[in-house]
């Protein structure tokens, strides 16, 4: 058997090349599992910079290659554990609810924010499942098309009413991640959810504060300092929560014309980023440390901050309920209200798509009818 990494090139449109879009190249496998036999590929959904430039992009690169190997690597050992590129039945035998909290748990120390996503889609999942048990290998079509029937109807959140509509999604798409991440691994022989039809999103609702509430609530008292330090951090640049947890002062670059730029690789989407930075989101940050000590190295996701952010919210007198994320939304929906061109908004957010971007720029439509509406005098 012969398994060799490969990549191939994507072509770049015109309008992608003018707005500066990187080219990337696609990693993917290519198997044969005997001589004479046909060709297997396997997509890898790993993308590299085909002329790196950048160190950012360079290091984006070689730490994407070295995963690249290890994949080959499992597969090389697969086959020689299984032969013939079967899955292994005794993989299959693996509990599913136990497999699901298994990864629920890594990504506590992998995405901080994204964990209690996992966290309550493992709860649900338990309640589903009662006191039944399932191995990864039953899982099929009945079993997931029943888990979105008790998504969209469960009676949750200690009574107070049913799920919302994106809460469903993303709780059965960590199940599909799941299911996606087993059939990777070569633990199932094929993925059900490809059969499955998933959940339709909700209309999203992004709260947000204005440019009045931001001010007053620098000015008023936090009991976690730094807390307080790392949101208005992102709501001056739309740093996700994953992002500003993981900032280095080494990513904070001098640059030519006097400013600072923020260079680094989005934790979500793998993207290498260079962000400006205002003076503002400097003097915030503060006095600079060693170059590879984590500015917010002590801030911590956890049900406590959350109230810790409230009660702050509170205190300033505002009526919102705001997470962390709020932040963000924030900064988008600040740049658009003050005429900053959507395509510059997009970039700043590190958006693969104009269309997420879309979604803010209703928000100031909305809010601009409401404006209009107001002025009555007849």
Partial sequence: MKIHLRKRVGRLSAGNEKRGKKQMASLYLTCIPRPGAKVQYEWLNLHVY???????????????????????????????????????????????????????????EDSNGNYGNWQSAYEHLKTYIGRREYTLDQIDENFLEGFKQYLQGNIV??????????????????????????????????????RVKGLKPGESHRQYLTLEEL?????????????????????????????????????????????????YVQKKTKAAEILPLSDQAITILGEKQDVNTHIFKDLCYHTHMNKQ????????????????????????????????????????????????????????????IEAVQKLSFL
């Avoid at 009574?159 to 709780?171: D, E, M, R, V, W």
């Avoid at 599909?176 to 991440?181: P, Y």
């Avoid at 947890?245 to 400013?259: A, D, F, P, Q, V």
């Fill in 50 to 108: 085909e002329n790196p430039k950048t160190n950012i992009e360079k290091d984006h690169n070689k730490e994407t290659m070295l995963l690249a190997e290890s994949v080959k690597a499992q597969r090389i050992l697969d086959h020689q554990t299984t032969g013939h590129g079967f899955v292994s039945s005794v993989k299959g035998k693996v509990g599913f609810l136990d497999y699901f909290k298994k990864l629920a748990d890594r990504k506590r």
């Fill in 157 to 194: 959140r200690r009574g107070t009413g049913k799920l919302g509509a994106n809460s469903s999604l993303s709780y059965y798409n960590k199940v599909k991640a799941a299911l996606r991440e087993a059939y990777m691994n070569k633990m199932i022989k094929e993925n059900p959810s490809t």
């Fill in 309 to 368: 952010l409230q009660d702050w919210i509170n205190r300033a007198g505002i009526n919102k309920k705001i997470t962390f994320h709020c932040a963000r939304h924030t900064f988008a929906t600040l740049q658009l209200s003050m005429d900053t061109d959507i395509y510059t908004v997009s970039k700043l957010l590190g958006h693969r798509h104009l269309k997420t971007t879309e979604i803010y720029a209703k928000v100031i439509d909305k809010k601009k």
């Fill in 215 to 263: 001010q007053t609530l620098a000015g008023t008292q936090c009991d976690n300092s730094l807390l307080k330090k790392a949101f208005l951090f992102s709501a001056l640049t739309g740093l996700r929560w994953s992002d500003v947890k993981n900032l280095c002062w080494n990513k904070i670059r001098y640059t030519e014309n006097g400013g600072w730029n923020l260079e």
